[in-house]
């Protein structure tokens, strides 16, 4: 395909695509090795309720109360599925699951009560992002990426990702040992005088950012399976943390990049007319680049475990 | 019109709709609890979303074989095949490699989901119109309930509750101890499936009525909100039925009752009200009786402190002790102890005694451990034992007030 209808229609969802998939990977190395894996799929839920909460306050499809409403919802869901498990004794898990049915249910119920007809939400929409769409206009070629009044037009959600990387690289960056140190030996971690309660919640929160972000872009499928699949692939392939993330950010890469060209191009290939949906696909790919790290990655075993 | 709804006397769909969802309930609350026991409620959201790709791919094999494709039992077949697959591959990531059990959840969750949406918009792209009732899958659609439906959902309902029946004391054993287990000769891993499909089915079952995104939430809530009222494993499996049966009639009556009113979300949301209640209200492990029984903790101690303090004579300055005491008639409004507070504090100072005793005494050994402060010691000795320490104590000293 030539670059003039490549960069316009393809070049800003594939790099959105990609942007989004590495900033959910990033933090979710962390949330794997302390086996917190869940609480990507928790959040992912419970952004529909904020999302549409912040409609009906403002009234307006509008991005930025939007992204405050989703955010709200996801550190609520963290503290009410905290203290479920605090006042009522009950394993994580379960206390994850009565929140955030809960407040996804209660979600699907304010959308269907408000006159969302009008405007584009609902909730497949939140499921499935609407990543195809996001082009860029106004590119004429690869001569755009040097013009600043084509640039000028580039889709806002590009921006807004790749903000958000940037800020969570440094983040990831600044607090490397800390980090790793509470994820690995968290009593070790204590005794150092760490704040391991404060980095565990400043991680979860630092998740949801990733998570609204990228959710604005490309919908939850995507947010929940860039949260764990390369992560976990990445996992198979090395013992060290460093390495683990570096791996991780390829997998990212390389499913989104094969989810959207087979997306995109797969059907024509097979001859169908139509394509298929990019953030299913990214999804898909990463699970088979998960299934080929499980089975045949070097440190796909636990230690210890025999090897024959 | 809620009232009409409640009693069934809204229509023929509404009353079918409310018949199954209760049926549902009754049966995802029972599988849950196995679960939610075994610590492993969140492998149903693995189940549930995993159902997608096979509800699509008995679609699109049924429109090939030029069916109508929207046949039920097919799709509910297709969803469960794909389910099983989905599980097979959780059990092997748990067992092969070093991925944790949430991290493998997670990956099966996800990827399934992605693919059967990737297979909805195939549907989409054969032809408008044909893939109508897919989407329904997702969230639950009751608005088409057919009488056959209706029939196969109390159907399942049914041959779950049976099975669980059959099956429930191996499970239980399981879910508590599974290492007892399987030294007592339980087949563990065989259980463990066992207890899998039967929550594979009720969620095949659910698809209709909650979708596939919710009928986690009918597995998990109510058997957490039962675990609250009783502390036996029947009991609660018993009363997890109850609360997932109650909230599927409620919440089908009151979607039935007023426009806008999705069932699926409806019933999870009532379910969730019977959790709140239950997390606040229910006796033992409700957070309202843990206020109460540490306040009333308080209160002991404050008592037992001051009495003490009176009858060695030292002043009481604390606020709360000074009020308890005055309440309880121990002392006057000036601080000094009554006739009954200077009983009772002599009373306190010689159990004081006597427990120094007991805890110096090899042979009280066992009781030694139970000594807290407030136990009086009465509950653990005997009279003749307690007679014993007394005379090693000596006669009673009066208390000067």
Known sequence: MSGALFVPLSLTPLLIGVLAAIACAIPGNFLVLRRQALIGDAISHVVLPGIVVAFLLTGRVETLPMLLGAAGAAVLAVILIEAVRRLGNIEPGAAMGVIFTAMFAGGVLLLEQSDTSSVHLDVEHALYGNLESLIWLDARGWVSLLDPEALAGLPPELLRIAATLLALCLLCWLFWRPLALSTFDEAFARTLGLPVGLIGLGLVIVSAGAAVAAFDAVGSIIVIAMFICPPAAARMMTNRLGHQVAWSVLFATLSAVLGFVFAGYGPLWLGFADAVSAAGMIATMSGIILVLAASFGPCRRRVGAPTA | ?401
Not at chain 2, 207 to 217: E, H, N
Not at chain 2, 276 to 283: F, G
């Open chain 2, 1 to 401: 019109m809620l009232w009409h709804a409640l009693s069934l006397q809204l229509g023929y769909n509404a009353t079918l709709v409310a018949i199954g969802a209760t049926l549902l309930g009754l049966s995802c609350g029972a599988a849950g609890t196995f679960l939610f026991l075994r610590k492993r409620a969140l492998v149903s959201d693995a189940i549930s979303h995993a159902t997608l790709p096979g509800v699509a791919i008995a679609f699109l094999v049924m429109v090939a074989l030029g069916g109508d494709g929207r046949w039920l039992p097919g799709l509910l077949i297709g969803s469960a095949l794909s389910a099983w697959a989905g599980l097979w591959v959780l059990n092997r990531f748990v067992a092969r490699t070093r991925l944790s059990e949430d991290a493998a959840i997670g990956a099966v969750l996800s990827v399934f989901f992605g693919f059967g949406v990737v297979l909805l918009t195939v549907i989409q792209s054969l032809g408008t119109g044909r893939q109508a009732g897919l989407e329904g899958f997702l969230l639950g659609s009751t608005a088409g309930m057919l009488y056959q439906d209706a029939l196969i959902i109390a159907g399942g309902g049914v041959l779950t509750l049976l099975a669980l029946l059959l099956i429930r004391r191996p499970m239980l054993a399981v879910s508590f101890d599974p290492d007892y287990a399987a030294a007592r000769g339980v087949p563990v891993a065989r259980v463990d499936m066992a207890m899998m499909v039967l929550v594979m089915c009720v969620t095949v079952v659910g698809l209709k009525i909650v979708g596939l995104i919710l009928i986690v939430a009918l597995l998990i809530i109510p058997s957490v909100t039962a675990r609250f009222w009783s502390e036996q494993a029947d009991r609660v499996v018993l009363l997890a039925a109850a609360a997932g049966g109650l909230s599927g009639y409620v919440g089908a009556a009151i979607s039935a009752s007023a426009p806008n009113l999705p069932t699926g979300p409806i019933i999870v949301l009532v379910s969730f009200a019977l959790f709140v209640l239950s997390l606040l209200l229910a006796p033992g492990r409700g957070v309202l009786a843990s206020v109460l029984g540490q306040m009333a903790f308080r209160r002991e101690v404050h008592l037992r402190q001051g009495l003490l303090a009176l009858a060695q004579n030292q002043p009481v300055y604390e606020p709360l002790t000074r009020r308890l005491l005055r309440r309880a008639g121990l002392t006057r409004a000036d601080g000094v102890a009554t006739e009954a507070g200077q009983a009772q504090a002599a009373k306190a100072l010689r159990d004081e005694a006597r427990w120094q005793i007991a805890r110096a005494d090899p042979a009280h050994d066992s009781i030694a451990v139970l000594y807290d402060g407030l136990r009086a010691i009465e509950t653990v000795l005997t009279p003749d034992q307690i007679a014993e320490i007394d005379r090693r104590i000596g006669a009673p000293q009066a208390v000067t007030p």
